[in-house]
């Protein structure tokens, strides 16, 4: 499985801000992914994001607060605007990897809003 | 809308096996069980899939019934590290491959 890591790991934002958080991977993959996993929750899926493609977001998620950025076959970008303390959460991005269809995550990047 | 149900809490003692069960009554004949886990401040962790087959894989076995309507997943020898929270997802083509995570069952694994 290719390598893929987040940055940053972790940030403490002020509200009205926007954050960039990148994803970056070793080797080429075709399916990007976006969660947010809120305090104490599960993990909700944000957007899917293909290169060549706009994302394609979740019910509850819009492009104007998670604009996602896709501009290769390794990497991409999600910022979080006008950041509010509800905005506080773990955002972590994975890919579609491996012959069987699994999925790979980061670490994710752990997001306080003040 | 959730497609699996899972207990959300278990308990294990280390070196006994431990076995996480899943409903997943609504599966369709395309869809996949999939089995992640997610330890405290870490991305999921893929641990093993299957369609009907029983699976066995270096991490753990799953056993799917013959109606495919429920699984259980095995760790055969719990460790301390094996502490989190597992999530029995299905997921297939149709779905895009994006997993839905439900609310998973937290594994406490004792000395």
């Known amino acids: 499985s290719a390598v893929i890591s987040q940055k940053p790991s972790r940030d403490i934002c002020q509200r009205g801000t926007s954050l960039t958080i990148q994803c970056q991977v070793d080797s080429q993959v075709t399916m990007m992914f976006w969660y947010r996993q809120q305090p104490g929750q599960s993990l909700t899926l944000i957007a899917t994001?293909?290169?060549?493609?706009?994302?394609?977001?979740e019910s509850g998620f819009v492009i104007d607060k998670f604009p996602i950025s896709r501009p290769n076959l390794t990497f991409s970008t999600l910022t979080v605007s006008n950041m509010s303390p509800e905005d506080s959460s773990i955002y972590l991005c994975?890919?579609?990897?491996?012959?069987?269809?699994?999925?790979?995550f980061g670490s994710g990047t752990q997001l306080s809003v003040l | 809308d959730a497609k699996t149900t899972q207990p959300p809490s278990m308990d294990c003692a280390e070196g006994r096996a431990a076995n996480l069960p899943c409903n997943h009554s609504t599966i369709s004949g395309n869809e996949y069980v999939y089995w992640y886990r997610q330890i405290h401040s870490q991305g999921p962790q893929y641990i093993i899939h299957?369609?009907?087959n029983n699976e066995t894989n270096e991490m753990a076995s799953l056993i799917i019934t013959e109606d495919r309507k429920s699984s259980t997943l095995i760790l055969p020898h719990a460790t301390l590290r094996d502490t989190a929270v597992y999530y029995c997802i299905v997921n297939g083509p149709n779905s895009g491959y994006a997993l839905n995570f439900g609310k998973g069952t937290s594994l406490l694994v004792t000395p």
């Open positions: 994001a293909n290169q060549g493609s706009e994302a394609t977001y």
């Open positions: 994975s890919y579609l990897g491996g012959s069987q269809e699994k999925l790979f």
């Open positions: 299957g369609l009907k």
